[in-house]
């Protein structure tokens, strides 16, 4: 699995990131399982093609001393699709960009 990861969390940043997420990110039902969902303007051709799949979303998985972002997209409606695929240069860019701007917003030395 192709994944964006920030380790070595100290205690207190992994409670900074706990609280952002629950407050800023959409829940999956999982603990410690989050998910970001993709803005139509990064879709890709097939993705926005897909009606039925939306909403597309990337998962992110907070552990004690992790954060992991995946870089496969998910759709929210279906297990399997041509849609589902690993992000494309741009969404991955943007997603990248999220999670640092994340860690830079919170101080966290990673």
């Known amino acids: 699995m192709k994944q964006y990861v920030i380790d070595e969390l100290e205690r207190n940043d992994h409670q900074k990131l706990k609280d952002y997420l629950e407050n800023r990110l959409h829940s999956s039902g999982m603990d410690g399982i989050y998910w970001i969902y993709l803005e139509d303007a990064l879709l890709n051709d097939i993705q926005k093609t897909h009606s039925e799949c939306h909403p597309f979303y990337l998962a992110v998985e907070l552990t004690e001393t992790a954060m992991h972002c995946e870089l496969l997209v998910r759709a929210k409606n279906r297990l399997r699709c041509d849609c589902i ?6 969404q991955r860019e943007w997603v990248i960009g999220l999670i640092d701007t994340i860690v830079e917003t919170l101080a966290i030395q990673a």
């Open 85 to 90: 695929t690993y992000a494309d240069r741009r």
